[in-house]
């Protein structure tokens, strides 16, 4: 358990600025690196696994439009084309994708070259813990850190369905820690109780939890009469699953002690002083990106500020 935030309340008031879109007043934190869950990162906000990080050209564009930390593609044992398509689709306020886990397996190596020296996270996954460990070891002189993909939810085989059993998580997790790199645990939300699937994680040696990835979902088209999407199901993204994220980031925050990286829906600066309040020390976006390549900068300009407070002091600030 964590100790309780104390606001300093006599304080805020200059902390206060003017102003965000949907408030008044927003508070604004210190710019700076940060370090969270062993890495270290140029600011709070990362770009999620899977989101334009497909390529090394395209994770150092996003590195160099304000991103503090990038999430490669989830890489896994054996290079694979992905689902058939459509794999993606974009509705008010979500989006709804089965990519199937696309990726050239330890190909990604000769992606390496703009991204020497960078914050960039490799996230891997597999269909068993030596599969973890293996495709973990071969980018361990190359990755600031793992995440641990144990979350997609239209993979057969993989994410979730090893995400959900918290033995397979903790012995995932451990094997991948044991090689000594900051080890990420991205959790799925399509669970009864995330909070144990985090402690199972925390168990095996993770040093930060990342949540969420995307909600199993689907759509049908009236006028095909079918799946909107080739694998019928997919992972729900965007804005719409934000009050998800906020839920599952505070459920974790009062049950575990290890960093929480909050993601999903997030889209705006006053989204992730949202977040940090619910317990996370820092945020990743994916949907938001598609979007908008430049919503980092857009981003960090609202919400960093010289004259701003650290994170830390609102850090689960929400918690009773
Ligand atoms: C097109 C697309 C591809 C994704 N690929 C991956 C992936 O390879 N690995 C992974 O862990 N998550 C993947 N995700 C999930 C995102 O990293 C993120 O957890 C999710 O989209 C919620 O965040 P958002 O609402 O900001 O997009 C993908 C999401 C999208 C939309």
């Known amino acids: 358990m964590r100790s309780k935030v104390i606001l300093k309340n006599s304080l805020w008031k200059w902390y206060l600025l003017p102003k965000d879109s949907n408030s008044l007043y927003m508070i604004r934190l210190a710019p700076g690196p940060v370090e969270v869950g062993g890495v270290h990162l140029a600011n709070h906000l990362l770009l999620a696994a899977g989101v334009l990080g497909t390529t090394g050209a395209s994770l150092a564009r996003i ?15 054996r290079p694979f084309p992905g689902h058939p398509g459509p794999c993606i689709a974009a509705f008010d306020g979500y989006m709804l994708n089965a990519m199937g886990l696309p990726n ?17 996270i490799v996230s891997i996954f597999g269909g068993t813990p030596e599969e973890f460990r293996t495709v973990a070891g071969w980018f361990i002189d190359l990755a600031a850190g793992f995440e641990l993909n144990l979350s997609c939810p239209h993979a057969e085989g993989f994410g979730s369905a090893l995400g959900s059993d918290p033995s397979i998580v903790e012995d995932c997790t451990r094997v991948v820690a044991d090689l000594g790199l900051p080890t990420w645990v991205k959790l799925t939300p399509n669970v009864t109780d995330i909070v144990e699937i985090g402690i199972a994680a925390q168990d095996g040696g993770a040093t930060a939890l990342v949540a969420i990835n995307t909600l199993k979902g689907m759509r049908i088209s009236t006028e095909l009469c079918r799946p909107v999407l080739g694998n019928r199901f997919g992972g729900v993204s965007g804005s719409a699953i934000f009050p998800v994220s906020i839920r ?18 997030i889209r705006t ?34 919400l960093y500020s010289p004259t701003g407070i650290n994170a830390e002091e609102i850090l689960g600030c929400a918690h009773d």
């Open 63 to 77: 590195l160099n439009t304000g991103a503090g930390g990038v999430v490669t593609k989830s890489l896994g044992p």
């Open 104 to 120: 050239p397996s330890r190909g990604f190596r000769d992606e390496w070259g703009p991204l020497r020296g960078q914050p960039v």
């Open 269 to 302: 600066a006053s989204d992730v002083l949202e977040m940090i309040m619910a317990g996370a020390s820092a945020v990743q976006i994916g949907s938001a990106v598609m979007e908008d390549e430049h919503i980092f900068q857009g981003i960090a300009a609202e």
């Open 248 to 265: 599952c980031v505070y459920e974790l925050f009062d049950a575990c002690s290890i960093p929480i990286i909050g993601c999903g829906g």
